[in-house]
């Protein structure tokens, strides 16, 4: 499984983005999701998590301003970040689990900045 991330930009506070990540291979393969970001210096963190189950996890930072959402049918799995601020100011990357010869493997997209700022 390949995916590729896009969708960041520069927007200004209290703006938003839909971020997108197309996976492509055995997208069937898919079982749980997730978005990280990354600031230079620190380490990659959690943002938000979707098992195949449908059960979500954000992290305190972003809940009730970030939704993530799945499309299994196209492979497609997406970020909705509303009410975006400065501190929302990252590099975003997909991940997804999948399985594959008896064994769950891990997939990352190369990265997306998103920008907030005025």
């Known amino acids: 499984v390949q995916l590729q991330a896009f969708g960041g930009g520069l927007v200004q506070p209290g703006g938003y983005l839909r971020l997108s990540c197309a996976a492509s291979?055995?997208?069937?393969?898919?079982?749980?999701i997730g978005w990280y970001r990354q600031v230079p210096g620190k380490q990659r963190e959690v943002v938000a998590t979707?098992?195949?189950?449908?059960?979500?996890n954000y992290a305190d930072s972003v809940k009730g301003r970030f939704t993530i959402s799945r499309d299994d049918a196209k492979g497609t799995m997406y970020l909705q970040m509303n009410s975006l601020k400065p501190e929302d100011t990252a590099v975003y990357y997909c991940n997804v689990n999948y399985y594959r010869d008896g064994v769950y493997l891990s997939a990352w997209g190369q990265g997306t900045q998103v920008t907030v700022s005025s």
């Open positions: 291979g055995d997208i069937f393969s898919i079982r749980d």
């Open positions: 979707l098992t195949v189950g449908g059960r979500t």
